[in-house]
């Protein structure tokens, strides 16, 4: 009787090298992505079909590159917007911090401390 073994080669392991292109920062991603979509919709699709890139992928690249840079925007206005009420909310916090400072020294000198707490301080002194 003959033994019958199975062998099941391993498939070669390779190490998952990292992208240099995915440490770049946003607009060198963007700068490089739209040189290659410029490069890429100039060559002939007979040319691109040897790498197995249709029309259509590129036109899908497009696509999304358009939305990227897009939602980039969107939010750099976003961050601006920002900056500008959080400007506003600093000096809307001084003012509301002075006036409120002025109010208690107001108050805390002409009302006995018993009644302190009635105007929310919990001051000793």
Same mark, same amino acid.
């Given at each position: 009787?003959?033994?019958?073994?199975?062998?099941?080669?391993?498939?070669?392991?390779?190490?998952?090298?990292?992208?240099?292109?995915?440490?770049?920062? $946003?607009?060198?991603? =963007?700068?490089?992505?739209?040189?290659? &979509?410029? =490069?890429? %919709?100039?060559?002939?699709?007979?040319?691109?079909?040897?790498?197995?890139?249709?029309?259509?992928?590129? %036109?899908? $690249?497009?696509?999304?590159?358009?939305? =990227?840079?897009?939602?980039?925007?969107?939010?750099?206005?976003?961050?601006?917007? &920002?900056?500008?009420?959080?400007?506003?909310?600093?000096?809307?916090?001084?003012?509301?911090?002075?006036?409120?400072?002025?109010?208690?020294?107001?108050?805390?000198?002409?009302?006995?401390?018993?009644?302190?707490?009635?105007?929310?301080?919990?001051?000793?002194?």
């Amino acid at each position: 009787m003959s033994e019958s073994t199975t062998e099941t080669t391993p498939e070669p392991t390779t190490t998952k090298r990292s992208s240099k292109f995915n440490h770049q920062n $946003f607009e060198t991603q =963007v700068g490089r992505s739209d040189f290659l &979509l410029t =490069v890429l %919709t100039a060559e002939p699709p007979e040319n691109l079909a040897r790498y197995g890139i249709t029309p259509e992928a590129i %036109t899908a $690249f497009g696509d999304t590159l358009t939305k =990227v840079k897009s939602t980039d925007q969107k939010q750099e206005e976003a961050k601006a917007t &920002l900056k500008t009420i959080t400007a506003t909310l600093v000096i809307e916090q001084k003012t509301m911090k002075s006036q409120y400072s002025t109010f208690k020294r107001k108050i805390k000198a002409e009302t006995p401390m018993q009644e302190w707490k009635r105007f929310g301080f919990s001051d000793k002194q």
